[in-house]
T-cell receptor
Framework: QQQVKQSPQSLIVQKGGISIINCAYE??????FPWYQQFPGKGPALLIA?????SEKKEGRFTISFNKSAKQFSLHIMDSQPGDSATYFC??????????FGAGTQVVVTP | EAGVAQSPRYKIIEKRQSVAFWCNPI?????LYWYQQILGQGPKLLIQ????????DSQLPKDRFSAERLKGVDSTLKIQPAKLEDSAVYLC????????????FGEGSRLTVL
């Protein structure tokens, strides 16, 4: 049973465009919401993360928007580049540090 | 700083055989995780250690999977006997402590069961 639901499964965006990935959760005990980026043959790597006491966090071209009342959060990739082509996972964890992942979104950025 | 080390990177076995994976976490990291990632899916937590104690193993198929973390450092994950559906990448991750948030992943061990 997946506790973090992610959409879309895949998306194709042109270079310079905006990629948007959405996630939803049910467990109100979650208190940390990271996004991981994974390239083929590699393990996931932390991209950006947010805690529920803020509604937005921006790091470079990557922004997390967080809606606590709706139990939803999203990743925006601005000015998408071919090097951003990867699989992105949203995740959530509680105070025990048990990290639960969404199903992943494969992003392809075309030149 | 060295990352999380895993071995072997690839393993091919026949069903009903056994296999073991090894993980060396980042030095000083108290929390260690084993995840199973089936192709096209998100990683699924199998077991979480805090030092050498088990925090969560609720999704570990205990009839065939076992894991240990000796002296709170290295860890091994064993599958015996393997089934076809065990074909996956087994990812080891570590974090400084369970409340610090960021997990550091190894490159994974890819298992193919024939």
């Amino acid at each position: 049973q997946q506790q973090v639901k992610q959409s879309p499964q895949s998306l194709i965006v042109q270079k310079g465009g905006i990629s948007i990935i959405n996630c939803a959760y049910e467990n109100t005990a979650f208190d940390y919401f990271p996004w991981y980026q994974q390239f083929p043959g590699k393990g996931p790597a932390l991209l950006i993360a947010i805690r529920p006491d803020v509604s937005e966090k921006k790091e470079g071209r990557f922004t997390i928007s967080f809606n606590k009342s709706a139990k939803q959060f999203s990743l925006h990739i601005m000015d998408s580049q071919p090097g951003d082509s990867a699989t992105y996972f949203c995740a959530a964890t509680d105070s025990w540090g048990k990290l639960q992942f969404g199903a992943g979104t494969q992003v392809v950025v075309t030149p | 700083e060295a990352g999380v080390a895993q071995s072997p990177r690839y393993k091919i076995i026949e069903k009903r055989q056994s296999v073991a994976f090894w993980c060396n976490p980042i030095s000083g990291h108290a929390t260690l995780y084993w995840y199973q990632q089936i192709l096209g899916q998100g990683p699924k937590l199998l077991i979480q250690f805090q030092n050498n104690g088990v925090v969560d193993d609720s999704q570990l198929p205990k009839d065939r999977f076992s894991a240990e973390r000796l002296k709170g450092v290295d860890s091994t994950l064993k599958i015996q006997p393997a089934k076809l559906e065990d074909s996956a990448v087994y990812l080891c991750a570590s974090s400084l402590d369970r409340n610090t948030g960021e997990l550091f992943f190894g490159e994974g061990s890819r298992l193919t069961v024939l």
